[in-house]
T-cell receptor
Framework: AQSVAQPEDQVNVAEGNPLTVKCTYS??????LFWYVQYPNRGLQFLLK??????LVKGSYGFEAEFNKSQTSFHLKKPSALVSDSALYFC?????????????FGKGTRLSVIA | KAGVTQTPRYLIKTRGQQVTLSCSPI?????VSWYQQTPGQGLQFLFE???????NKGNFPGRFSGRQFSNSRSEMNVSTLELGDSALYLC???????????FGPGTRLTVT
C-alpha cells in the first residue's frame, strides 16, 4: 500500500526567504504525486502534480516541486515566501492507474510566513 | 465553471442518529471521492466512485456508506452516529480516477 510522510508538522520562514516543505513517499510502481494547500475554513486547493516527464514541476502561486525518484521525495518549494502563503500543505500520492489505488494524503505541514 | 458544492455546510446531530451528506461535482467530472478530516487523524480516505461504481473504499466501519448517481452527484451516509464521527467531510471530483482532484468546501459535522 502507498504511504506519504511529511516529516515536519510546522515550518516557519521569514517573508522573502525561500521555503521548502518536505514530502517522501512509498508506492509500488511509478507514482502520481500531488500537492494541495488548505486555507482556514476552506477546502483543499490543487497546487501541482507530477505524473511523468520533467522532474521539476511548476504550479500555482509560484510554487514548484522536485521529483526525486532515488530519494522517493517530492519537496515543495518557492523562491520567495509571502505572508499570504501561510496555510496547511498536504502532499498526496497514488499508485499507477492500473493498480486502481486511492489517493493517500500526508498528515500535513503548517507553513507560517513571518513578516 | 462552478466548483464542487457540498450540502449542508454545517450539521449538528445527536449520537445514534444518521446523516446524509451531498456532493455535486464539477460539470463533466465523473469521479467523486470522499474524505474525513480531523485534527488528530488528518485526511482519511472514505470512498471513490466513478460512473456510479465504487472503485475504492477506505478502512471505515460499515456505518459509512456512499453512492453515486447517473449525473455524477454523490451522497454519503453515516448511520448510528458516534461522537468520534465529528469531523470535516470533504468531497472531491476529478475528470477520471487518477487525475487531480478538486475539493469542495466541506461539511462540518458535529455529533453531540
Amino acid at each position: 500500500a502507498q504511504s506519504v510522510a511529511q516529516p515536519e508538522d510546522q515550518v516557519n520562514v521569514a517573508e522573502g526567504n525561500p521555503l521548502t516543505v518536505k514530502c517522501t513517499y512509498s508506492v509500488s510502481g511509478n507514482p502520481y504525486l500531488f500537492w494541495y494547500v488548505q486555507y482556514p475554513n476552506r477546502g483543499l486547493q490543487f497546487l501541482l502534480k507530477y505524473i511523468t516527464g520533467d522532474n521539476l514541476v511548476k504550479g500555482s502561486y509560484g510554487f514548484e516541486a522536485e521529483f526525486n525518484k532515488s530519494q522517493t521525495s517530492f519537496h515543495l518549494k518557492k523562491p520567495s515566501a509571502l505572508v499570504s502563503d501561510s496555510a496547511l500543505y498536504f502532499c498526496a500520492v497514488r499508485g499507477p492507474l492500473g493498480g486502481n489505488t486511492p489517493l493517500v494524503f500526508g498528515k500535513g505541514t503548517r507553513l507560517s510566513v513571518i513578516a | 465553471k462552478a466548483g464542487v458544492t457540498q450540502t449542508p455546510r454545517y450539521l449538528i446531530k445527536t449520537r445514534g442518529q444518521q446523516v446524509t451528506l451531498s456532493c455535486s461535482p464539477i460539470s463533466g467530472h465523473r469521479s467523486v471521492s470522499w474524505y474525513q478530516q480531523t485534527p488528530g487523524q488528518g485526511l482519511q480516505f472514505l470512498f471513490e466512485y466513478f460512473s456510479e461504481t465504487q472503485r475504492n473504499k477506505g478502512n471505515f466501519p460499515g456505518r459509512f456508506s456512499g453512492r453515486q448517481f447517473s449525473n455524477s452527484r454523490s451522497e454519503m451516509n453515516v448511520s448510528t452516529l458516534e461522537l468520534g464521527d465529528s469531523a470535516l467531510y470533504l468531497c472531491a471530483s476529478s475528470l477520471r480516477t487518477g487525475y487531480e482532484q478538486y475539493f469542495g468546501p466541506g461539511t462540518r459535522l458535529t455529533v453531540t
